[in-house]
Nanobody
Framework: VQLQASGGGLVQPGGSLTLSCAAS????????LGWFRQAPGKEREGMGC????????YYIESVKDRFTISRDNAKNTMTLQMNSLNPEDTANYYC?????????????????RGQGTQVTVSS
């Protein structure tokens, strides 16, 4: 069972990035999926979740109008489209999966957590 985030990199303020989360060893169909990030010296921050049924919630207001979560069960992947990035978005981003039909509450510890990808927003 493995989750791997990819697509990170260096982007200028105001720019966009698309992150992907790929699963191997299991199918994501029955899992609710979340995106998290952690910046150096800061606590882990849950950004949002897409449930096994496709419902989306955002855990923090600062990304709600800028980030979009989607999933493709046929490809066993999840995507995070990030727009209007700013330096405060700099962090290591990773995905997580929880065997549940509905999104866990903010702060919940998902069943599986994957390897992250670094996003740096800087001019």
């Amino acid at each position: 069972v493995q989750l791997q985030a990819s697509g990170g990199g260096l982007v200028q303020p105001g720019g966009s990035l698309t992150l992907s989360c790929a699963a191997s060893g299991f199918t994501l169909d029955y899992y609710s999926l979340g995106w998290f990030r952690q910046a150096p010296g800061k606590e882990r921050e849950g950004m949002g979740c897409i449930s096994a049924r496709g419902a989306i919630i955002y855990y923090i207001e600062s990304v709600k109008d800028r980030f979009t979560i989607s999933r493709d069960n046929a490809k066993n992947t999840m995507t995070l489209q990030m727009n209007s990035l700013n330096p405060e978005d700099t962090a290591n981003y990773y995905c997580a999966a929880d065997l549940s039909n509905t999104c866990p509450p903010r702060g919940y510890d998902y069943d599986y957590r994957g390897q992250g990808t670094q996003v740096t927003v800087s001019s």
